[in-house]
C-alpha cells in the first residue's frame, strides 16, 4: 500500500495537468494582484489617514483573491474551482484504464490498495491546484498591503456576525485566512475525487472532467434562483464572503468526501478491466 501511494502521489503531483492547472490559477491571482491590489496599494499611499481618521487603509484580509466577494476575479476563481482541481489527476482513473496501465497494475497490487492510494492521490492534487494559487496572491498581498485588523464599523467586506468564524476574523484575521485556504483544499480535493466517481458515468475523458464543474454550476444557479447565495459553494468558499449557512456547507463536504469514495472504491472493486 505505501509504495502504490507514493507512486501515484508522484504521478498526482508531476504532470502536465498540475502544470496547466497552477499555471491557469495563479494568471487568474497575479491579474487580480495588478487590478485590485496594485490599485489599492496607491491609495493607501495617497491618502493621510492621520488627517482623515475616519478613512481605513486597504488591508490584506478584505483584498486578497478569497477576501473581497466583489472582484470579479474572485468570481472567477471559484467558479473554475472544479475544473482547476480536476486538471491534475482527477481523470486519471479513466486514462490508467483506457490505455490498458490499469491490467497490468491489478496484476501486481490489490484493487483495494490501488483504488485508495489513487483516491488519496487525485484528493491531494485537487486540494494542491486549488489553494497554491489563492497562497500566491495572498503573499503579493502581504508585500503590497498593511496586515491590520480588519475594521469592525466601516468593513470592506461582508463580514458580519452572520457569518461563522466571524470573531476570528476580527480578531485574528491570519487564522481566519487559514482556515479558509484549509477548506478550500478540501474543496479541491473534493472536486477531484467527484471526477473519479464520474469515470464510470461516460466513455469521454471530457465529459467526466467538467462534471464537478456541472454540478457546482447547477447548485448555483439553483441558489441564484431560490435567493440562497449561501448555499452555494462558488460563495461559502471565499474567505470574504464567509460560511452563512453552516449546516449547508458541512453537508456538502460530508456528502462530497463520503459519497464519491463509496461509488469509487465499491464500483472499482467489482467492475471488470480485463
Not at 507512486?7 to 499555471?23: D, F, V
Not at 491609495?43 to 466583489?70: C, H, K, Q, S
Not at 486519471?92 to 483516491?119: Q, T
Not at 502581504?142 to 468593513?155: A, D, F, G, Q, S
Request: charge should be neutral.
Amino acid at each position: 500500500m505505501k509504495q502504490i501511494l507514493k507512486t501515484e502521489l508522484s504521478r498526482a503531483i508531476k504532470n502536465r495537468g498540475m502544470l496547466l492547472a497552477l499555471t491557469i490559477g495563479i494568471g487568474i491571482a497575479l491579474v487580480h494582484a495588478v487590478h485590485v491590489m496594485l490599485p489599492a496599494y496607491y491609495v493607501n499611499l495617497e491618502i493621510d489617514f492621520e488627517r482623515y481618521p475616519i478613512l481605513y487603509p486597504a488591508i490584506v484580509a478584505d483584498t486578497w483573491l478569497a477576501g473581497n466577494e466583489f472582484a470579479l476575479e474572485s468570481f472567477l476563481y471559484f467558479l473554475v474551482l472544479p475544473l482547476l482541481a480536476v486538471l491534475p489527476f482527477g481523470t486519471s482513473y479513466f486514462s490508467d484504464k483506457e490505455n490498458g496501465f490499469l491490467k497490468s497494475l491489478y496484476m501486481r497490487v490489490s484493487r483495494k490498495d490501488y483504488l485508495l492510494a489513487k483516491y488519496a492521490a487525485a484528493f491531494v492534487s485537487g486540494g494542491v491546484a486549488s489553494v497554491v494559487p489563492l497562497i500566491v496572491n495572498l503573499l503579493c498581498a502581504l508585500t503590497l498591503l498593511p496586515n491590520l485588523r480588519p475594521e469592525i464599523v466601516m468593513p470592506h467586506n461582508i463580514i458580519s456576525a452572520a457569518n461563522l468564524f466571524y470573531k476570528i476574523y476580527y480578531a485574528n484575521p491570519m487564522l481566519y485566512i487559514f482556515i479558509f485556504l484549509c477548506i478550500d483544499f478540501m474543496a479541491g480535493g473534493i472536486f477531484a475525487c467527484m471526477a473519479l466517481a464520474c469515470s464510470y458515468l461516460s466513455d469521454y475523458k471530457i465529459i467526466i472532467a467538467i462534471c464537478p464543474f456541472f454540478i457546482q454550476l447547477i447548485l448555483h444557479v439553483g441558489s441564484s434562483m431560490l435567493m440562497k447565495l449561501d448555499y452555494s459553494s462558488v460563495y461559502f468558499l471565499e474567505a470574504g464572503y464567509g460560511i452563512r449557512a453552516p449546516l449547508v456547507a458541512i453537508l456538502c463536504m460530508i456528502l462530497g468526501l463520503g459519497l464519491p469514495f463509496t461509488v469509487f472504491v465499491k464500483k472499482g472493486e467489482k467492475e471488470d478491466v480485463f
